[in-house]
């Protein structure tokens, strides 16, 4: 498929509502939704502009869009949208694909986003850990900061060991919620 036809196909998708291939979205109720999800993404820690890139591709129905999209929707300059997808890329939210032939970008978040981000962050507790009993070993296991950092320890271990659990158990429940959606659509 050509760049051109995927955009309009892209496009035509973002129009529809719930199904319906006659129905329009209010463009203006979605831009408020992107602008609030973004706010709160900043809220969380994450970078403005970033936030609001990741929000308006959620907000796709493909979730795929190139950077002149993305601007368009924003009303943002291209060179926004590139740090914004530099950093999501960094971060792994998003992932950048190229069409064949074309020399343009398409931004692609995926549907199992944050089921991703939270498995990576058991690496991030894994590293903090490990640091975090060097500073006990250096304060000393009887020193309140010691005895803080301890608990600090105990705490990731326990979510690690939660989180595992949890994710196992999101992974059953998705396969089974798309495998009642396949049954439904036939």
């Known amino acids: 498929m050509s760049e051109q036809a995927q955009q ?3 496009r035509t998708d973002d129009t529809r509502q719930d199904g319906d291939v006659g129905a329009t979205r209010d463009d203006e109720a979605v831009s408020r939704f992107v602008e ?4 709160q993404l900043v809220e ?3 970078q403005r502009m970033s936030a609001r890139v990741f929000a308006c591709l959620l907000a796709s129905d493909s979730g795929v869009l190139t950077s002149a999209e993305l601007g368009e929707r924003l009303q943002v300059s291209p060179a926004a949208v590139s740090g914004a997808i530099r950093y999501l890329s960094q971060v792994d939210m998003v992932s950048r694909e190229r069409e064949p032939g074309s020399r343009r970008d398409r931004y692609r978040v995926h549907s199992d986003q944050w089921y991703e981000a939270l ?3 058991d690496n991030v507790l894994t590293r903090w850990e490990g640091t975090l009993r060097e500073g006990v070993d250096s304060l000393g296991e009887d020193s309140p900061a010691g005895r803080r950092i301890a608990e600090t320890v105990i705490f990731f271990e ?5 989180l595992a659990g949890l994710l196992q158990r999101w992974r059953e429940h998705r396969d089974q919620m798309r495998a009642d959606l396949e049954s439904a659509d036939r």
């Open 119 to 121: 498995a990576r962050r």
């Open 158 to 162: 326990f979510l690690q060991k939660e």
């Open 44 to 46: 969380a820690g994450m």
């Open 36 to 39: 609030r999800f973004a706010s």
């Open 8 to 10: 309009s196909a892209d």
